[in-house]
């Protein structure tokens, strides 16, 4: 890159690499640190992977709003690469944040690559660039000394097209909760809570064969309209509890859409906070849907027998070079297949039409059970930036002494036009996968 187009600076932090990751990932946590020295930030939508974007407002100190939008180009554990679109006075932009880490410190470097030096000189000159962002790395610095390297955390951004009051009547009242809180094939038999600082609350969902999970927790921190802080363990077969884990959820309102930002932390392994984010999804489609802020849901449950071995479509289903010849739809391509296959693990495709035209999935895995079962979420986001669509699915596997059932349970709300079309195919598209499945597993 030509240096006269750049602004590189370069930060030591006393942290894992995997903890200044998570201070990226986190809306609250961004807050505590994005911008120079008197500004704050206020997010408004946030998918952190690949194709996802963050919408936010910066707050100057002199009461002026800068509203902006990031789109992440691609995420790793060592680098972040973004492109971010301003308030419409100053040019665009893309950066990369890459982390070294050696003997328990991180060297954050941070690179900002401008169209062109004249773009980069009026940025410097007008915005004071490089001292902001001096100050914005610093304020890092002491925000992550408080926070610990051990912590995992689940977070979930959602913007529902509905009004504050509707959202937090549908997070606090018994009956609303009864009708989104239970995954799909679950059923709430009973939910109560004292809404209280230190109220208690509890809740038992049965799955269809009469197996119960039982939850409870006592409240924290409320401030209606604003948050809701609890604890939350899951009881045991024998009577004890899984770790307690705290959920805070944050609410605000903005141009008559409500953002709500939820965050989940004390896992006890990356695999619990994988299972749990594909415990919420669901929820909060139904949530979504229960509010009047999807414009299209769905959910689908499709059975399939096949002659082959589970080993061999267990395979179909993990290795990409296998799940990228079937899992397409003709006559669309699949020329990018990637699957990390790990609890939080990435699946990756493009799926290029005809005319030549590339739509990404991005999708986080939530369960592996090899052999038994595999899960992921996904979310669209559409040319503008709104996110189009959310989405989910969870396959079982059963081996059928030669033969192989597969039970694919799928769901999905569209937000968006784009979002309600593609889920207005999304029936018809399974059914020819799944066909298309067929041959690969003949093809062995």
């Not at 926070?147 to 009956?175: C, G, H, M, Y």
């Not at 059928?400 to 597969?406: A, H, N, Y």
Request: glycine share 8%.
């Amino acid at each position: 890159m030509d240096p006269s187009t750049q602004i590189v600076q370069s930060k030591t932090y006393k942290a894992p690499k995997s903890l200044l990751l998570r201070m990226w990932s986190n809306p609250e946590h961004l807050s505590h640190w994005w911008g120079s020295i008197g500004f704050t930030t206020t997010t408004h939508e946030m998918d952190f992977k690949p194709d996802g974007i963050w919408r936010f407002t910066m707050h100057g100190p002199q009461g002026r709003d800068f509203p902006s939008i990031v789109r992440y180009r691609s995420i790793s554990k060592d680098q972040i690469e973004y492109d971010q679109m301003g308030d419409g006075e100053h040019v665009d932009y893309r950066v990369k944040v890459s982390f070294v880490e050696r003997d328990g410190e991180t060297d954050m470097n941070y690179e900002i690559n401008f169209p062109s030096a004249i773009e980069r000189d009026r940025f410097v000159t007008e915005v004071g660039a490089e001292k902001r962002l001096s100050m914005s790395m610093d304020r890092l610095v002491a925000y992550a000394s408080t926070q610990s390297a051990s912590n995992i955390e689940l977070v979930i951004v959602r913007r529902f097209r509905a009004p504050l009051d509707a959202v937090w009547n549908a997070l606090t009242d018994e009956k609303q909760i009864a009708q989104w809180h239970c995954p799909a094939g679950l059923t709430m038999e009973r939910s109560s809570g004292d809404l209280k600082p230190g109220g208690s609350w509890n809740a038992k969902m049965v799955t269809p064969s009469g197996y119960a999970f039982e939850v409870e927790g006592e409240y924290l921190d409320i401030e209606p309209r604003k948050r809701l802080q609890f604890s939350h363990r899951w009881k045991k077969d024998d009577g004890t509890y899984k770790p307690t884990t705290l959920i805070d959820i944050k609410l605000h309102e903005f141009e008559g859409k409500t953002t709500m930002t939820f965050v989940q932390s004390g896992f006890w392994s990356e695999e619990s906070r994988a299972a749990h984010l594909g415990g919420w999804s669901n929820p909060f489609q139904k949530l979504s849907v229960l509010l009047g802020s999807a414009t299209a849901n769905k959910t689908l449950s499709l059975t399939r027998e096949f002659a082959a071995p589970i080993e061999l479509v267990w395979k179909c289903w993990t290795e990409a070079e296998r799940f990228g010849t079937w899992f397409v739809p003709r006559p669309y391509t699949c020329p990018v297949c990637e699957i990390d296959l790990r609890p939080g693990g990435r699946l990756y495709l493009v799926m290029r039409s005809p005319d030549g035209m590339e739509h990404p999935m991005v999708c986080e895995i939530t369960d592996i059970e090899p052999l038994h079962s595999f899960g992921w979420v996904n979310s669209v986001p559409g040319p503008d930036g709104e996110m189009a669509m959310h989405g989910g699915t969870n396959v079982f596997f059963e081996d059928l002494g030669g033969r192989t059932k597969v039970t694919v349970h799928s769901y999905a709300e569209g937000l968006t036009e784009m979002g309600a079309m593609m889920i207005g195919g999304m029936e018809m598209g399974w059914n020819m996968t799944l066909d298309q499945m067929v041959e690969a597993c003949l093809a062995g």
